[in-house]
């Protein structure tokens, strides 16, 4: 499955940004997909999952309510809008897919990357 990113930039503390992921020549039927994130210097952390049929998400202690992962009917794009966004949550975000649960495995299928800075 190849994964595709879009979204991230500059945006002032307070602000929202939405990352989207899709699965290019596929769906993502049977898989869990999130985001997790990594600033320089610092370990990869997890951001959020979703199973492919719109339940069970989870998020990253950090998290506390600010993002809101989806995903759409047709399990072909995955969402994360990001509100009130700090400088602390400057980093390199990056979309990964697994058939199990992304939080305990190390998932099979990465994006690209997209990064997202937030100025103070």
């Known amino acids: 499955v190849q994964l595709v990113e879009s979204g991230g930039g500059l945006v002032q503390a307070g602000g929202s940004l939405r990352l989207s992921c899709s699965a290019s020549?596929?769906?993502?039927?049977?898989?869990?997909v999130g985001w997790f994130r990594q600033a320089p210097g610092k370990e990869r952390e997890f951001v959020a999952s979703i199973t492919w049929s719109g339940g069970a998400a989870d998020y990253g202690d950090f998290v506390k309510g600010r993002f809101t992962i989806s995903i759409d009917n047709a399990a072909t794009k995955a969402d994360l809008q990001m509100n009130s966004l700090k400088p602390d949550d400057t980093a390199v975000y990056y979309c990964?897919?697994?058939?199990?649960?992304?939080?305990?495995?190390?998932?099979?299928?990465w994006g690209q990357g997209t990064q997202v800075t937030v100025s103070s």
């Open positions: 020549g596929n769906t993502f039927e049977n898989y869990c």
């Open positions: 990964a897919a697994d058939e199990g649960d992304i939080q305990m495995v190390i998932p099979s299928f």
